[in-house]
């Protein structure tokens, strides 16, 4: 079972509740998984900036 099952079980139930991985992970093919099935954003820690944080959550919560 993939570590991304509860957010497909909860994007396909009809949840929309933007998700904003904060995670290490720095594989593409994970991050384009994560960001196909929840349409979401991912932030990698090492590329960690609160600017870029509160720009993504702003961006998601449609706040200008």
Same mark, same amino acid.
């Given at each position: 079972?993939?570590?991304?099952? @509860? ?10 509740? @933007? ?5 290490? =992970? ?27 944080? =509160?720009?993504? =959550? ?7």
């Amino acid at each position: 079972r993939s570590t991304l099952f @509860p957010y497909t079980t909860l994007f396909r139930s009809g949840d929309k509740t @933007p998700i904003i991985f904060l995670t290490n =992970v720095k594989d593409i093919d994970y991050m384009s998984r994560a960001l196909q099935i929840t349409q979401s954003d991912y932030i990698v820690k090492s590329d960690l900036r609160l600017s870029k944080i =509160v720009e993504r =959550v702003k961006d998601k919560l449609k706040i200008k």
